[in-house]
């Protein structure tokens, strides 16, 4: 296992050095170019959960949320492309065949290919069960391949995805292929236009009598449904993460702010109402940041993470995108401009309500969990 304190340290190298003083650019842009997956790997940080003897870091969910955190702070859009092309790169190292392995693997870990995860489909949304997309035994025998038909929707790194894993439907239940995006058959639409958080370079897919190989299987047929809520489990736990880093840099940057703004003569930190609404952003951090350490620790122990997991997502955006508010309160209009960073974390807040799971759907994991006790 690698030493978190060195990689913790690189991921604040890579953020200083490239993520910080581009994020403005790449939401102005409208873009993150596929070249930060090159720089990240040259920090660790491309294969931060896959094992030591693979080429990875090793570190665990508590040591991946840890470089999370760290690089939304400056940006929840590079965050998320990273742990994106992080868990594909776990999976094959994982769960992988040998073939997986050769083919995929060093590109993932080098950067010079980029990965995403492809589950939500247009019609579907949050219902992972619910996907129609289809893989049909290539002449009726899979150990000709599959045949992928389909669309997906919402694909974080999409507009730079070399390496797609992609959930389908069979006749005996779900599985997951590892497909090559420049696949004959595959067509890839323009990137989403959105409130924010351009850099995950979030497309479409579509997919026409695409061959896959046997090899290619990184799930077998029946298993895929548990396999990928058991990914979705870990990427809440990730975005719980992302929200603490992003409340906690604007909390920083308000206070600072606030200092140095005046109201008749007086820095408006003086002010008891000011005092008070940052009380209450340090506070609601506090719990945010309880239940993402509670998750993440039980994740690594092997214990209950479903539950827990949606609790801390569900705590972690909520609260990040209410006291996102405050913060640009506290500023005024000055927390509206684009030189200032807590716009752009307000935008990626957003999202983060829907990533891997509306609110609602984790309301509905917490409640069944309750029932069932």
């Not at 025998?141 to 995805?161: D, I, P, Y």
């Not at 990184?218 to 298993?223: A, H, I, Q, S």
Request: net charge negative; glycine share 10%; charged share 20%.
């Amino acid at each position: 296992m690698t030493d978190l304190k060195e990689l913790l340290d690189k991921t604040d190298l890579f953020v200083d050095q490239f993520v910080a003083p581009n994020a403005k650019k790449w939401e102005l842009e409208r873009q993150m170019p596929s070249e930060i997956f090159q720089q990240a790997a040259g920090f660790g940080l491309t294969g931060i959960i896959v094992p030591t003897e693979l080429g990875g870091r090793d570190v665990g969910v508590v040591g991946l949320t840890r470089v999370l955190r760290k690089i939304a702070a400056a940006d929840m859009a590079c965050a998320f492309s990273l742990v994106v092309h992080n868990n594909l790169a776990a999976a094959i190292a994982n769960s992988g065949n040998d073939h997986l392995k050769e083919t995929f693997l060093p590109g993932l870990l080098s950067g010079d290919k980029v990965g995403a995860f492809l589950l939500t489909e247009p019609q579907g949304g949050s219902d992972a069960g619910a996907i129609t997309t289809f893989a049909s035994s290539g002449n009726g025998n899979k150990n000709n391949g599959f045949v992928l038909n389909g669309e997906k929707a919402w694909v974080s790194n999409g507009t730079h995805a070399d390496v797609l894993s992609v959930y389908a439907q069979t006749g005996k239940g779900m599985l997951c292929l590892v497909v090559a995006a420049g696949s004959d058959g595959i067509v890839r639409s323009d990137p989403y236009s959105m409130l924010g958080g351009h850099g995950l370079g979030t497309c479409a897919f579509t997919f026409s009598n695409v061959q896959v190989p046997a090899g290619n299987v990184l799930v077998p047929e029946g298993e895929g449904l548990k396999a990928a809520l058991a990914g979705i489990d870990i990427a809440r736990i990730n975005v719980a993460a992302m929200c603490c880093g992003m409340l906690e840099a604007s909390l920083a940057y308000v206070i600072e702010f606030a200092r140095n703004r005046q109201f008749k003569g007086r820095a408006i930190t003086d002010m008891q109402g000011i005092q008070w609404r940052l009380a209450d952003i340090a506070t609601d951090l506090a719990a945010a940041d309880a239940l993402l350490a509670q998750a993440a620790r039980s994740h690594d122990e092997n214990g209950p993470v479903a539950t827990l997991a949606a609790k801390a997502k569900k705590c972690a955006t909520t609260i990040t995108l209410r006291r996102l508010a405050d913060c640009m309160q506290i500023m005024g209009a000055a927390g509206l401009q684009q030189e200032h960073p807590i716009a752009r974390h307000f935008a990626c807040a957003k999202i983060a309500e829907y990533l891997d799971g509306t609110t609602e759907i984790q309301n509905l994991v917490i409640a069944r969990a309750l029932l069932a006790e």
